[in-house]
C-alpha cells in the first residue's frame, strides 16, 4: 500500500465513524463533510496528495525496506545525516504547504512513531514490556500510512505542586483492569488536537516522574474504538469565507478531550504497562525528543517565514518602512527567524548516532530554539498588531466587497501599494494570524508547544553541559579543584 | 426632558433608522432587534437606566440650571474638586456595570461635548468661528441626553510621514463647498465606534497640525442625515449564547467608516470652519483631554479591577496560588491597577480651575496613566493566558453541557475549587476576554486609545517640566547658569 | 541638648573610638579625618547643620514634649495627616541635600527607632520584653540626636531553601548566655550601612519566620561596645576631586560586616529577647514598615528627580532631544518618578490611625511603590548609559583640565550647548551615577532597599485584597457564592 | 621576522615614546612601566608570545607565501571554508587567553587589515586612490606583525540629525592641506582603544554616507608621528592587585582621543583621499564588516563561555540552584551563548567566495548575532548582579585577608561550598565583570561594538532579504503580482 492519497485518508476516517461530540451532538455521517471539520481534512488531504507530486515525491517518499512500497519520508529512520537533511527537506515541504500553521501535519506523530520504534529495544527484557508489538505497530503505520493522533495532558484540576487525585472514579486515565484481552483503561487525557479525525490514537506515559502504577502504559488503538470518545471543545472557524477566515476556513484542527469509558486495549497494541521504572527508562532515553523537536521547529521556522512575509506585506501596503520602530520591530522577526534556522542547523550538523545506529540531531540547540520559539512566537504576534494598527480593525467582509457599497471600499480602503480589496485581504490574514479566536489559539499553542515554560527553563539549565565554563573560571581565579 | 430611560434611547434609535451597511446589506428594520447590533444596545440601554435608579439617581444626575429637570452628571461642567469626583462616582457606577469593557459608555462622549462646551469662548471673534451654536449644541444635548459618536481619524491608506493626498477626490473627508444652507462635506472618516447607534456624529478636526484649511472643521449632524453613510467592519459577536460568550454578545460596539457623500451641515450646526489657526488654538487650549483622559482612565481602572478578578478567579480555580511565578505576575495586575488609581487620585488632587473657571484634572499624571495603560493592559492580557494555560482552549459550549456527555464533562473538566460548568464559565469569560476576535480587538482598542503610543511619549517628553531638575543638578555641578 | 549640630555629632564620633576594620587594618586617630570615611562624615555633618538653617528650622525640628527642646522632626510620632506631611516635608529637605543620593541619611533610622516606639506596647506584659525600655530609648535618641545604625542581614552562607546552620560555633549572631548584666551575643551580621560611622547599632530579629529562640532579641549599643567590630568592605570612593568623582567623594557610605565577639547586652538596652512568638506578632504589627518605606520612598522619588535632572542635562549637552527613541527612554523616566510620586501621595490620602492613635500612611501603596523603583531605579542607569553612548566612556579628569592639553580638551569635547569642561562634568556625574563602583552599588542597594524583590512580590500578591474583584466577577457570571 | 614574541612588542612600543597624555601629564620612560598601562601591554605580550606555544603553533601561525617565515594566522585572507575554520581557531586561542574580554586583541586589527588588503583592487584606477600602497602596507604589518589601533568616530559635539559643524577651525580631522610629501590633517578622532599602545594608527572614513571630501581619506601612521596626540581618559585599572580586581589589573585597555596636530601623512601611507564616491564604494563593498563581526563574535562568544562560567560559580557558592527564578535567569545565559554559536556556525557554513577568491562568512548571520550580543551582553551583567545580591557589595580586600580579621573572614564570609578566600575572589571577579568602573565600560563596549544599535537594527531590516516571503504569502492570498 504504503504512502496514500488524499482521497483514501479521506474514505478511511469517514469509514471509521469514531465517537465524536461537538456542541452537544454527536457526529453523524460523513465527518469530512461536516463544516467544522471539513476544512482541516482538506488541507490533511493535500498534504497526503503532495507526496506523490512528480517534482517531489522523490523527497516526500523512500522505498520501504519491507514492502518495496514507496512510504512516506517522515517514517524514515535516519542512520546519517544525509539522512537527518531529508526528513528536514520533506517537513519542511509539509511545512510549507500551509505556512507553517498546521501544528499537527502528518510527519509530526509519524516521527514520533518512528523515534519510538528506533528506541524500542530499550524496552527488551523487562516486565509488562513488548518492544516487538511496538516494531510491529511502527512498520504497520508507515506501510499502511496511518494518520494518528497522541494525548499525554492528564485533565488540569488542580495544578498545585502538593495535589494528589483522590481514590475512587479516576479522572486521570487509568488502568482499571487487566485480563486476557487486554487492559482496561478508565478516565481522560487532555487535549488530543485532531481527536477523532485520525486512524489511530497514541497513548502514553508523559510528564513527572515518578509515574503511578496505574498510569504507566503506552499503547495505540483504532479511534473508534468501543468507549472511546472525543469530546470537541467550541470551533474556532469564523466562517466558510477563505476572503473572510482565510486561515481558520482552512487550517482549524480542533482540539478534544479523550474520554476511556471502559476501553479494552488488546494485548497485540500493548508496548509497556505498569512499569514504572521501564516507562520511565524509555521515556528519558528513547530519541523521541530529538526528533519530535527537529520536526516541530522545522514547521516553527517555516511558521516564522510566513509571519515575517505577512510583516513586511503590511509594511508595504501602509507604506511604513521608514519608521524607526518598524525597523526595530521587524528585525525582531528577522533575528528571531534567523535564530531558529541557525538553532536547527546546529543540531543537525551535531548530530551523532545513538546505540541503535539512529542518527540523533543534537538536543541542546533544539531545546534552546524550542525555548526561543515559545518566547518569539508571541511577540511575533505582538509586531504584526503593533504594524497594522487601527487597519486590525477596519474589516469589511467578501459580501461587503460584493454589493453597492464596494465603491466606497475601494477608494476609502486603498492602501498605498494596492487596491482596497487586496489591502483587505492582507489584513484579514494579519487579523485572522494574531486577533481571531484561532490566531490566538495558534499563539497558545506555540507557546506552549514543548510544555511548561517554567519547567523547560529547568530542564535546560540542569542539562546543560556547564562544567568546563566553572572550570575556566576556577583556573583563571586559580581556586582549589572545583568539587561540586 | 432630562436623563433618558434606556427605552427612549432605543425608540429614538430605531426611529432614525440610519444608514447603516453590514456584511454587504443595508439594515432594514429596528436596528435594535439586529442580532450584530441588539446586546450593545440592549447594554446601552441598561446604562440610561441606571440614571434613574433610586439609590444612585443624585449621583448619575444633576438639576439642569437650564430647565430644572435632572440631567446626565457627565454633563455637569466642574467648577470645584468636589464636582470633579462627583463626576468620578458617576462614571466609576457606569463603568462597573460593564467591568469597564464598555469603551463607549455615554459618558465618553458627553464629556467631550462638556469639555468643548466649557471652552467654547476660546472661538469667540474669530473667523468662521461660532461659539455660541456650540454651545446651545451642548445644552441641546444635555437637555435630550442625546446619544453621540464621533470620529477622528483620517484614512489609513499610507502613513509614511512624507505623504501627501493628492488632488482630486478627496479620500479624507473635505469641506468641498459651502453655500446658505451650510457647509458640504465629502470623504470618508475611519472607526467610528457605535456608529450609526447614536443619535448625532460629532466631527472634529485632530491630528496633526497644521490643519488643511479645508480639513477644519468642526460640528454635530444627526446620524440619519442625508449623504452620511456607516459601513460596519465584521461583527466580532461570538454568538448570542451568554454563557460562550459573556462579553461578546452583549458588549461588542461595532466600529465603522464614516463615510460623507456630499451631506450638508447645516449652518447652526457648525461649530466652526476653514480657519485652521483658530482650530489648532482650540485644540490645544480646551480641557478636551483632561476630561477625556479622565473619563477613559477611570473607566480602564474599573477594567483593571475586573481584570484582576478574573485573573485571581483563574488562580483560585485550578488551585495555583503558591507558584512564585504567578506571584509575580498576579502582582504585575496589582501593580498597573494601583499605578492607575494613583495616577487618577493625583490628577484629582492637583486638579485647578482653567480661565472659564472649570477645575481641569491634572493633566501630567493623566498622560502618565494613559501610556502605564496602553502598555500594562496588553500585558495583562497575556498573563490571564499564562495563567490559564491549556485550560484556555479546552472550552465546551453551553449546548454541550446540555448533552448526553454533560457527566463527562462535570468529571473531566472540574477545577480545584469549582465544579466544571462554573469552571468553564470563568475560563470563557477569561478567553473572551483575551483571546476571542472581541477580546484582541479591546486589547487594541486599549493599546490605541489615547493615539499612537510613539507619539505619546514625545509629547510627554516635550511637555513635562523638567527645567527644576535640571536647574538641581546644574547646581550640585556648579555649571554656569543653564542656558536652554 | 535636642537637634545637634554636624560638629557634635563628628566630635562624639571621634571620641567614640569604634572598632573599624579597613583594609586590613584597624582605624586609628579621628574616623572623621580618615579618607575613607571623610566624605561621608562632611555630607552627614552638613544634615545635622541643614536642623537648624533658620528658613527652615520649623520644618526640620518641633518641640519635644518632654524637654521643651527642639528636636529633629524625623523622631516625631504623626498624629494626623498634616503630622505626616511635616515629616515628608523634612524628609524631601534631606534627601534634596544629597539628591536622594545618601541612603541613610539620619532620617532613616531615627524613623525606624520612632516606629517601634510607637508600638512599644505590642511588647507589654509578654515574657521577655521590655516595653518601657525601647520607650527610653526612643526618647533618649530623640533628645540627643543619636545617630543609629541596624543590621538585619544574616550571613549569606548558602540560601538553598533547605540549609539549616549546623551546631556549634555560630555563624548568625545569637544569644550563647544570658546573666545578671544582660545577655551575650556571639556570631555576625551582614551589611551594616554606614557601620561604625554613628553613635549606634540598633539590632533586632527580622526575616523569616519563625524565629529560632536564640535568634531572638531586639535591643540598641553604642558603637564602641566591647567586642563590637566593624569589617568594612572595600572602598568605593574613587578619588577625593569633586570634579572626578562627584558622587563617590561625598556619598561613599561603606558598608560592613558587624561581629559581635561576645558582645554584653546590658538588660536596660535588651527591649525583648527569646520570645520568638512575642518578636514575631511585634514585627508584623507595629508600623516598621509603614515608616521606613513612606521615609525611603520619599528619598527615592527625590532621587529620581535627580536623575531625570541628569539625564535632561546630557540630553541637553548632546543635543540629541529630536530623537523618538530618546523620547521612550526619557518618558520611562518619567512615567516612573510620576508613579512614584502618585503612589506616595495617596499613601498619605489614605493613611489611618492605628491602635496607638499614630497616622500610619496606607501600605499597600508603599508596597507597590516599592516593587516598582526596584525595577525601575536599574532601568534608569540604564537609560543614561544609552544616552550617554560614547560620551560615557571619554572621561579625562580634573588634573588634565589643569595641564597643557587642556586647549585640545575644550576643542574637542565641547557639547553642544556646554563648554567642555562643563560637558565632562555632566558626564561624570553621569557615569558617577550609573557606572563607577560607587554607583553600581548605589543600583544594587535600591534594588534590594525592601528585600528580596522575589519575596517581595509574594508578599504583595497575599496581602492585596482582591475579594472584591473576585465578587463582581462571580456576580457578573452568577457563580455559586465563591468559597474560597 | 614574521610572527613576534611579547617581548619585541613591548621594546618596539618603548622605544616609539609616543605622545601619550595621561591625567594631565605626558607620560614620561617606559611605556610598558606605567602603573596604567602595564597590565594591558603585558597581556597582549602574553598573547603574541602565545602565537609560538608549541602545541598550537601550527594553529597560531602560516608560512608567509612571501618571506616564507611564521606569520600570525590573523593575517590569512581565507580562501576556502576551511581557512575559515582556520582562522576562527586562532581567534578562539587568544579569546580564552582572556576570558574573551580583552576587546582588541591583536586579532581584531589584523583582521581589519587583511580585509582591506584583499579588497584591495576595488581602489583600482580611481582618483586619489593607491591600491598598491594598501596592498604593501597589508605586507609589512603581517610580515613584521605589527600592533595597530584604529579610529573611527567623530567627535560628540552636537548629535542632532540636523547638525552641520561650522566652518573654521576643524573639529572632526579633516584634510587642510596637500603638498609633495603627503596630506595634512588637523581635528581630532574619538575613542582609539588601546591609542599610544600600538605601533601603527590606522585611519579611515567611515559613518554615514556621503563624507566630505576633506573627510575622506584612509592611511596608516606610526603612532609616533609627529603633532599625533593621545589624551587618555581616566583610568579604570582599580588597583594591582589581582585578588582585589582580577580584569582591571590586567585587562583595561584605555581608550583615548587622537589628536592630529597638523600631522603630515606621506603618501606611501595614503590609501585613498578626497574621493568620496571611490571611497564610499570602498566601504560598502569591501570585506571589512565580514571579517571583523566575524572576530569580534568569536570573542563574543568566548567571553559568553567564561559569563557563564562565573555565574555558575556564583550559583554553587552560595547553593541557591533550587530556585526556579535562578533556572530562568541561568537558561537567559545559556540561551544567549547558544544563540552566538549557532549564528557564527552558520556564518562558516554559508561563506562564500568573493570577486577576489576571499571565502566571506556569510553577512546575515553575522548581523543578527551582532544584535543579539549587544543586548544580552548587558542582561548577562545584571543578571549575575541578581545572583550574586548583597554578595556583591560584601567585598573585602586581599589585605583584610592578610591581617587580625582573617579568622573573622574565614568564618562570616564562607560559602556553601567555598572557603571564605574562594568566595570573596569568586564575588570580586563578579563585581569586576559587572559593577567596577572596568566592567561597566565593558558593557557599555560590547553594548556599542558594532555601532549605534538602532542604526544597526535599521541596516539589518533593510538589507535583510524579505522578498521571498513576501512572495510566498502573497501567492497565499492569491493577491496580483507583488509591486513593490
Redesign the interface.
Known amino acids: 500500500m504504503g504512502a496514500i492519497y488524499g482521497k483514501e485518508f479521506i474514505d478511511r476516517l469517514d469509514r471509521l465513524n469514531n465517537e465524536i ?1 461537538f ?3 454527536r457526529i453523524e455521517g460523513k465527518v469530512s463533510e461536516h463544516p467544522a471539520f471539513k476544512g482541516i481534512i482538506q488541507t490533511k488531504a493535500a498534504l497526503y496528495d503532495l507526496q506523490h507530486r512528480p517534482d517531489i515525491k522523490d523527497e516526500m517518499t523512500f522505498i520501504s525496506p519491507l514492502s518495496g512500497e514507496r512510504v512516506g519520508m517522515s517514517y524514515l529512520q535516519p542512520k546519517s545525516k544525509e539522512e537527518l537533511q531529508q526528513r528536514r527537506k520533506m517537513m519542511e515541504h509539509w511545512a ?1 504547504h500551509t ?1 507553517g500553521i498546521m501544528g499537527r501535519s502528518p510527519d509530526y506523530l509519524n516521527t514520533v512513531l518512528m523515534s519510538f520504534g528506533a528506541s524500542a529495544s530499550l524496552l527488551s527484557g523487562k516486565e509488562h514490556c513488548f518492544p516487538e508489538r511496538l516494531q510491529a505497530f511502527y512498520e504497520l503505520a508507515r506501510e499502511q500510512d496511518l494518520s494518528i493522533t497522541h494525548t499525554f ?1 492528564t ?9 494528589m487525585e483522590k481514590e475512587g ?1 479516576p ?1 486521570a486515565a487509568k488502568i482499571i483492569e487487566e485480563n486476557e484481552e487486554g487492559i482496561i483503561i478508565k ?2 487525557r ?2 488530543a488536537t485532531q481527536g477523532g479525525l485520525t486512524d489511530e490514537v497514541l497513548v502514553f506515559s508523559a510528564g513527572r516522574f515518578p509515574f503511578e502504577e496505574e498510569e504507566t502504559f503506552a499503547f495505540s488503538i483504532p479511534s473508534n474504538t468501543k468507549g472511546l ?1 472525543f ?4 470551533t474556532f472557524i ?1 466562517g466558510e469565507s477563505s476572503f ?1 477566515h ?1 486561515l481558520s476556513s482552512q487550517y482549524e484542527e480542533m ?1 478534544s ?1 479523550v ?1 476511556f469509558d471502559n476501553v479494552l486495549v488488546p494485548w497485540e497494541r500493548v508496548f509497556y504497562y505498569k512499569n514504572a521504572e521501564a516507562a520511565g527508562n524509555f521515556s528519558t532515553l528513547n530519541s523521541f525528543q530529538h526528533f519530535a523537536k527537529h520536526q516541530a521547529l522545522v514547521r516553527q521556522m517555516i511558521k516564522g ?2 509571519v ?3 510583516a ?2 503590511l509594511v ?1 501596503t ?11 520591530k ?2 525582531e522577526i ?2 528571531g527567524l ?2 531558529m ?3 536547527i ?2 543540531s543537525e ?1 551535531e548530530a551523532s548516532l545513538d546505540e541503535f545506529g539512529i542518527m540523533r540531531p543534537a538536543i ?2 533544539l531545546k ?1 530554539a524550542g ?2 520559539f515559545s518566547k518569539v512566537y ?1 511577540r511575533f504576534m ?1 509586531i504584526i ?2 504594524i497594522g ?9 467578501e ?5 453597492p ?1 464596494r465603491k ?2 475601494d ?8 487596491p482596497a480589496e ?1 489591502r483587505v ?2 489584513f484579514r ?1 494579519a487579523w485572522d494570524l ?4 484561532f ?3 495558534q ?3 506555540e ?2 508547544f514543548f510544555g ?1 515554560p ?1 519547567r523547560l ?2 530542564d ?3 542539562t ?1 553541559p ?1 562544567n ?7 583556573n ?2 586559580q ?2 579543584k ?3
Chains 1, 2, 3, 4 share one sequence.
Open positions: 461530540w456542541d452537544g451532538e510549507r505556512g495532558i485533565p488540569q484540576v488542580n495544578r498545585s505542586p502538593f495535589y472514579e479522572i478516565g481522560a487532555l487535549l470518545r469530546i470537541c471543545r467550541d469564523g473572510d482565510p482540539d478531550i474520554v517565514e510566513f515575517l512575509g505577512t513586511e506585506l508595504q501602509i507604506n511604513v518602512k521608514e519608521y524607526q520602530h518598524i525597523h526595530d521587524m528585525s528577522i533575528i534567523e535564530t534556522r541557525a538553532l542547523e546546529r550538523n541542546i540547540p534552546v525555548s526561543v508571541p505582538e498588531q503593533l494598527a487601527s487597519g486590525m480593525i477596519t474589516l469589511p467582509t459580501k461587503a466587497f460584493d454589493s457599497i466606497d471600499l477608494r476609502y480602503l486603498q492602501g498605498a501599494s494596492k487586496e485581504k492582507i490574514l494574531t486577533m481571531s479566536a490566531g490566538t489559539r499563539t497558545q499553542y507557546r506552549y511548561d517554567v527553563v529547568g535546560l539549565y540542569q546543560y556547564k568546563d565554563y566553572v572550570e575556566t573560571v576556577s583563571f581565579l581556586l582549589e572545583n568539587k561540586e
